[in-house]
């Protein structure tokens, strides 16, 4: 299992793995800059930054004080933890990101946040292929690595977690690791090099397996592809939503 790399000073929580990847992006972006080619590259790492720091520091220390979470973490019994984490992916990866590109004068648009349909027929065309193909993932990556994480639950905690984690959290995620450091950059900067940047910062955040880092790997292209040929995220926020309901499902049945 490959644990996410985070550390703790006093009420501040570190991911070092993003930090990294933020410092590698700000060193590519002065390369460019070095060459005189405009580099929106210095905004993804600023990004990378700011998540970084923010998210072990609300959901390990800050919100700990509101909603403080058992340990070991119960998932669909804990309701703090449901509270928590939203809260934490809500302020992490949507509010504090759009915040800082108001700061820094970018374009926060619908259209280049990929939340504005362009071509509604081919949007439901390539997110029906996107969602078929994540069911077929899903089920496969659950049959042959599949694990038990949930032990038992209440059906609040099930409502609960169903509703703010399964698709308001993972919305926003999506916003976040497709929206704004793929889609947002995607007419400036090279799409293969933000396809890797926004898998690697995804992945930051994810403890998993290698072999799950593989299908993660596979998921996570198919839902780039699917940004790419529709120009929104809403394609790949239903994929990750199936794929989270899929999984929910697996576990309580």
């Not at 809500?90 to 990929?114: N, Q, W």
């Not at 065309?125 to 899903?138: D, K, N, Q």
């Not at 690697?200 to 998993?208: C, D, G």
């Not at 290698?210 to 790949?236: E, H």
Request: charged share 10%; proline share 2%.
């Amino acid at each position: 299992m490959v644990s996410v790399w985070n550390i703790y000073f006093g009420p501040v929580g570190i991911n070092l793995s993003t930090v990294f990847l933020g410092v590698v992006v700000l060193v590519l972006a002065i390369i460019k800059k070095t060459q005189r080619k405009r580099a929106h590259l210095f905004e993804i790492s600023f990004l990378l930054f700011l998540v970084g720091f923010s998210y072990f520091t609300l959901h390990g220390r800050l919100l700990q004080l509101i909603f403080p979470i058992s340990l070991p973490e119960r998932p669909l019994v804990d309701n703090n933890l449901t509270f928590n984490y939203t809260l934490t992916s809500l302020l992490t990866f949507l509010i504090f990101p759009i915040l800082l590109l108001i700061l820094l004068k970018s374009d926060v648009s619908m259209k280049r946040l990929g939340l504005k349909v362009q071509n509604l027929r081919q949007t439901m065309s390539w997110s029906f292929y996107g969602v078929v193909f994540t069911v077929f993932l899903s089920l496969l990556s659950h049959t042959f690595f599949g694990f038990k994480w949930i032990q038992n639950y209440t059906f609040d905690g099930l409502i609960l977690w169903t509703l703010l984690v399964t698709i308001l959290s993972v919305s926003a995620q999506t916003i976040f690791f497709i929206g704004i450091l793929f889609n947002a950059h995607m007419e400036q900067e090279n799409k293969f090099l933000l396809a890797i940047i926004s898998f690697l910062a995804f992945q930051s955040f994810t403890a998993a397996s290698p072999l799950w880092t593989v299908m993660n790997l596979i998921s996570f292209t198919a839902k780039i592809f699917v940004t790419w040929k529709t120009r929104n995220i809403y394609g790949a926020t239903i994929m990750n939503i199936v794929s989270n309901f899929i999984d929910i499902a697996i576990q309580v049945l």
